[in-house]
């Protein structure tokens, strides 16, 4: 069962946007030592979308060379085409990582029968753990309940979803009809803790890549039943998590990881730098929260 915090890292760029090798194993290991479970590269956080086909490999490459084994590794994978998904995930799980992260397919809307033979083809094509990450905002559509049941119930490897769709009472639905043994991690850091609370597994965390021992302490006490303290956790989080969001992810995230100096601002159109106003509400943030 994947469970736990496990960080959608963001892919760093130098200045001519080439990738930032260097920056991103650092912004690994400062992850891996400060608590948590595992690495996500190439998600909708690591800008995959522009990234080319062999810098998606390399991205992927790099992260299971510097996690070296300490904390799985589940790589995205997915696109809207189902060919090149299969041969990205195949590529992937020849490089090491320990499960794929494969999104709903984008822009060409599939039906729910679409969806379960492009999730069931991806799955049956390799071996290692699949995990479905439904996010409709971003996809414009929805892997309902009972199609995911039936992936998982016709595909073994098919062990858990990332669930981004916002709709806590899906999440609950998906909780109260899976098999034992398959993880339910929230896709928003906002939503963590209630939804461990609902008997989730953790979370793919944006804010990890900044606050990765704040993160690993909420979600170790949520999992742990320790309600109380959580509650406390989450409510000095709750601004950063809104600021996570205040433009499109990842471009805040990245931002204040630049602030930090664990990468350069650097995105790659049509991702572009945030405005001014939204720039300084962060530093006002990160300055209130003594990051800065």
Request: charged content about 25%.
């Amino acid at each position: 069962m994947f469970k736990g915090l496990f960080t959608a890292i963001i892919t760093p760029f130098k200045e001519d946007e080439t990738i930032d090798e260097e920056a991103l194993r650092k912004l690994i290991d400062f992850n891996i030592k400060n608590g948590v479970s595992g690495i996500v590269p190439c998600g909708t956080t690591g800008e995959s979308p522009t990234l080319s086909a062999e810098e998606h490999l390399r991205v992927i490459e790099i992260t299971v060379q510097q996690v070296a084994g300490r904390v799985p590794v589940i790589a995205g994978t997915g696109s809207n085409c189902t060919k090149k998904t299969i041969e990205t995930t195949q590529k992937a799980e020849a490089l090491g990582i320990n499960g794929a992260l494969v999104v709903n397919p984008y822009y060409n809307k599939p039906t729910q029968e679409g969806l379960y033979q492009h999730f069931k083809a991806v799955a049956n094509s390799v071996k290692i753990p699949i995990v479905v990450y439904n996010i409709k905002g971003r996809t414009g559509v929805n892997v309902e309940t009972s199609t995911l049941m039936r992936l998982v119930n016709d595909c073994k490897n098919i062990v858990a979803v990332k669930e981004a769709s916002g709709n806590m009472e899906q999440m609950k639905e998906v909780i109260a009809q899976r098999p034992k043994g398959f993880s339910v991690l929230s896709g928003d850091d906002g939503l963590t803790l209630e939804l461990i609370k609902n008997g989730g597994n953790g979370v793919v965390s944006v804010a990890s890549n900044l606050l990765p021992k704040k993160m690993s302490e909420l979600t170790s006490e949520a999992l742990n039943g320790n309600f109380d303290k959580a509650e406390k956790l989450n409510k000095k989080l709750e601004k950063f998590f809104n600021a996570e969001f205040i433009e499109t992810n990842p471009i805040p995230i990245k931002y204040m990881v630049s602030l930090k100096g664990r990468c350069k601002e650097v995105y790659r159109l049509p991702m572009c730098s945030l405005t001014a106003v939204s720039k300084q509400k962060i530093n006002e943030l990160m300055s209130e929260m003594n990051l800065i």
